[in-house]
């Protein structure tokens, strides 16, 4: 995998930086055998060693970057003809960069004239600079090269215009650099050089080092390769109720792997707008300075702070939600509170939490709340305008679930939606309709306009028939005969009993009215369905037939009509 390319990346840079520093120590060691060298020349012999396991540090990021021979180790993204071509590359930078770093104390050591040393920084600086051209040179004969060659479509792919800008500016340093110190410019030119060399190590560097943390907290913390997804056979019981916890994994992966390319990120800065300094230990010196962090204005940003607020907030998400879950499985189920009460207890208490976890962040950062006391301030006034519905929304959610005008389970109707309320969320609560679709409708809206709840009070269901007989038809005993199939339906209620009233007489015939009970309203119109149906059949049975409507019926003329004189 990845993670296996990365570690032998980072093993081919720490060998050659181990072997440069221990031939150093080695040197060091056999210099000092037989007698100590004099206290001016321990200081100069410890910056050379420190130079040199530079320059082994130097020849491994090249070597680990290009990787030559095992192109399919190779996270760069390069052509193999090109890191072919720029294997010299490596190696001849880390010697002019430590002849660099080396010169500068053997000179002040030797006390050597200013001409010298600014003669010796220019041959170096000159040195570098051609080698840097050289290389941006091959680079770009050999993708010209390689794209008159049929087939290298795939192997070259168009540079992004990112790129294309970074090569751009590499040739334009290049340029100016060479040209400053033929006019001699020399610290000019050596300054635009060291800082190219400087940004090209740092650069591979960071690469590498946000590789590795991608990769590292990609590879331990996401789940098997068959652990989730479409489960066949037998396992797929087994397999599935641990999806949660792999999902948990897999984001936890995700989160840690950015914050550990963002501080990669911020550590490059930082290195990138340092100058090209002595040697390596001042950048250790500079490193160890790191702590204090970097001040904007008044507030000062420290790295530790940085870190030690993100495992705050993170610990602190990690213990709401397990207290949440605890309230919401375990807790409040033995409780009187409806489902409804329950589910908004445990989300207040999730945003309460993570709420106090952002606020603990921040003053671990040292932004304590009264240093944000104007943000506090315009959020209020972005609240009276632009989240006025918002709160709204969320206020009459507070309202309903304190005076339960509707609860989770009621069979509720509202400008035309009707149907079971399912959730009632913050802003808005969802509510089922009878073909299984989900109406989002805002907590203002059972507010502030008038909503029928048909399982508030009473749950009772009411089932209601109007059978229209003829005159003729005895109204006792359609009355007895009704009456007589409603108590014998199992999901009648006996208690209020079933009625039969006869609502209106008229020229056409009779209208009897018939009322039962039934135990909640979603069975009314299964019930009220099965009543018409044995009504129906018991009164054909009974030789009582139901009033026919009115019919019109046309005949056609057998003469035609005279028609109408002229006038």
């Known amino acids: 995998g990845r993670l296996r390319r990365s570690l032998h990346a980072w093993t081919r840079v720490l060998l050659p930086t181990a072997t440069a520093g221990l031939m150093a120590e080695a040197a060091y060691l056999g210099l000092v055998w037989v007698a100590p060298l004099p206290e001016a020349l321990a200081p100069l012999m410890s910056r050379l060693a420190g130079v040199i396991c530079f320059g082994g540090y130097v020849v491994g990021l090249g070597h680990a970057l290009l990787l030559p021979a095992r192109p399919s180790w190779r996270l760069l993204p390069l052509p193999d003809v090109l890191a072919l071509r720029l294997r010299w590359l490596p190696p001849l930078l880390a010697l002019l960069m430590v002849l660099t770093w080396a010169l500068i104390p053997l000179t002040a050591q030797i006390n050597a004239s200013l001409v010298t040393t600014v003669a010796l920084d220019c041959i170096v600086a000159l040195a570098m600079a051609l080698a840097m051209g050289l290389g ?19 192997a070259w792919p168009p540079s992004p215009l990112w790129l294309t800008s970074v090569i751009g500016l590499a040739w334009l340093g290049a340029a100016v650099s060479f040209l400053a110190l033929l006019l001699g410019y020399v610290a000019l030119g050596s300054f635009l050089v060291h800082q190219m060399a400087w940004m090209t190590i740092v650069l591979g560097s960071a690469y590498l080092l946000a590789v590795l943390v991608d990769d590292g907290f990609t590879t331990l913390l996401s789940p098997p390769a068959g652990a989730v997804g479409p489960a066949e056979g037998a396992g797929a019981a087994a397999e599935q109720p641990a999806s949660p916890f792999f999902k948990v994994r897999r984001q936890a992966a995700v989160l840690l792997s950015g914050v550990g390319r963002l501080l990669v990120v911020v550590l490059t800065l930082m290195l990138l707008l340092a100058p090209f300094g002595e040697g390596p230990s001042e950048l250790f010196q500079r490193a160890d300075k790191l702590h204090q962090g970097v001040s904007i204005g008044e507030f000062q940003i420290r790295p530790m702070s ?39 207890t445990a989300t207040l208490f999730a945003y309460a939490g993570n709420l106090l976890a952002l606020s603990l962040g921040l003053a671990a950062v040292g932004i304590g709340l009264e ?147 039934v135990n909640s309203p979603r069975m009314a119109y299964g019930v009220r369905s099965a009543l018409m149906f044995d009504v129906l059949r018991g009164l054909r049975e009974a030789g009582i037939s139901l009033v026919k409507p009115d019919g019109l019926v046309l005949r056609e003329a057998t003469e035609r009509a005279p028609e109408p004189p002229a006038p």
């Open 136 to 154: 941006l040179l091959q680079s770009n004969l050999a993708r010209r090269k390689a794209l008159r060659e049929p087939g290298s479509a795939a």
């Open 371 to 517: 240093r944000i006391a104007w943000v506090a301030s315009a959020l209020s006034v972005g609240i009276g305008f632009g989240l006025q519905a918002v709160v709204q929304n969320f206020v009459s959610g507070l309202i309903m679930l304190a005076e339960k005008p509707v609860k989770v389970g009621d069979w509720v109707s509202l400008g035309g939606i009707e149907g079971d309320i399912r959730r009632i969320n913050v802003r808005a609560t969802e509510i089922q309709m009878g073909d299984r679709s989900t109406v989002i409708v805002p907590n203002s809206e059972f507010i502030t306009k008038t909503v029928r709840n048909v399982t508030h009070a009473n749950p009772l269901g009411l089932v209601k028939i109007l059978l229209p007989v003829p005159l003729a038809a005895d109204a006792d005993q359609v009355r007895c005969l009704v009456l007589k199939i409603f108590e014998a339906h199992a999901d009648v209620l006996k208690a209020p009993e079933p009625g039969v009233q006869l609502d209106s007489i008229d020229s056409a015939g009779m209208v009897f009215n018939a009322t039962a009970f």
């Open 306 to 344: 940085v870190l030690q607020a993100l495992v705050v907030i993170g610990l602190c998400l990690v213990v709401v939600r397990i207290v949440r879950r605890w309230l919401k499985e375990d807790y409040l189920p033995t409780t009187s509170l409806d489902t409804g009460m329950q589910a908004w």
